[in-house]
């Protein structure tokens, strides 16, 4: 007898929906008016957001209200979190916020009385090349890395702005986005899944590809969250597509709080910069005279 998924009808009718008749534009704008749709917590309510860094930031020991530049990755259409971490002080009195979103079209919103002074400290940038090397403190994401299609190369640039001691830290929703059904995704091949059914921007990672992509990068990860929904995920786990491994520990985390130090060696211009020429020189010397008692002991 064929066991037919409960909700998949559902399901496939409003993913095709989702993907051929749904532009980002358009739900951007009327998104909220939507069954089923979620409106970005930027556009929403950025208190939450600012919350979980807040809490991940004391958890990893960093001082809440030290001096520093954030750069926060996929901002959405507003500067909402990032006019919020100043408010909280999370850059301290004179810290910056950069603020990167590649995609999307910023939104006007009205300035609330009091935000000028805020916003003169915070930059909107579509890439990160602008940034220079080692010069964030703190790099933060909230609904993003599930999104990234190369997050190879996202993170090389990442690891090329982020200063020697900075931290990074990414809340990762791994669901279908459809949060109804939220491992539903993971029944469809590849194929079918980006021919049909993806929405465009969920590659359907799973905590274990972030884990594999940071170690690759010189990164030390740590989870200091993670959530599962073990009832559903029992009931869908015989459905998995062959390319989702049932035994991976980490399939089925729904969401997941990351924080990641680095682990790999200074550049050459950073090693540089530890050694005092004086201390360069003791060296050198130390050496030559060594060099010197070779010769006259000969
Ligand atoms: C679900 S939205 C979250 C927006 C915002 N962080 C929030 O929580 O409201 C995902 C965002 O990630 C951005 N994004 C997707 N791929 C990205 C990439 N490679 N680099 C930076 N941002 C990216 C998208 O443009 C989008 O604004």
Not at 9 to 14: C, G, Q, R
Not at 37 to 66: F, I
Not at 187 to 205: A, K, N, V, Y
Request: aromatic content about 10%; charged content about 25%.
């Amino acid at each position: 007898m064929v066991r037919v998924i409960p909700g998949i009808v559902e399901y496939v009718s409003l993913r095709v929906a989702r993907r051929f008749l749904f532009s980002d534009a358009f739900l951007l704008r009327w998104g909220r008016y939507l069954p089923y749709y979620r409106t970005n917590a930027n556009q929403a309510d950025p208190k939450p957001v600012c919350d979980l860094y807040t809490e991940a930031m004391k958890a990893l020991g960093l001082e809440v209200s030290s001096e520093r530049t954030i750069l926060e990755v996929g901002s959405g259409a507003t500067d909402a979190v990032g006019v919020a971490l100043l408010e909280r002080g999370l850059a301290g009195e004179q810290g910056r916020v950069l603020l990167y979103e590649p995609y999307v079209t910023p939104i006007p919103v009205p300035e609330p009385a009091g935000e000028a002074g805020l916003r003169c400290r915070i930059d909107r940038l579509t890439s990160l090349r602008q940034i220079a090397r080692g010069s964030v403190d703190l790099v933060v994401s909230h609904s993003v890395l599930e999104h990234v299609r190369d997050p190879q190369s996202l993170m090389l640039e990442l690891g090329r702005i982020l200063a020697p001691n900075g931290w990074m830290i990414h809340a990762v929703d791994y669901r279908d986005h459809f949060f109804k059904y939220p491992y539903h995704f993971l029944f469809f091949s590849r194929r079918i899944w980006e021919r049909w059914l993806d929405p465009g921007d969920l590659p359907r990672w799973r905590l274990s590809d972030h884990r594999r992509l940071f170690a690759g990068r010189g990164f030390r990860m740590q989870v200091l969250r993670s959530a599962t929904l073990a009832e559903e995920f029992r009931c869908v786990v015989k459905h998995l597509a062959p390319e989702f491994d049932a035994n991976d520990p980490d399939i089925a985390v729904t969401t997941a709080i990351l924080a990641l130090e680095r682990t790999h060696l200074p550049s050459q211009e950073q090693v540089g910069s530890l050694f005092s020429a004086k201390a360069y020189e003791f060296e050198t010397t130390a050496d030559q005279s060594e060099q010197e008692m070779q010769r006259k002991d000969a």
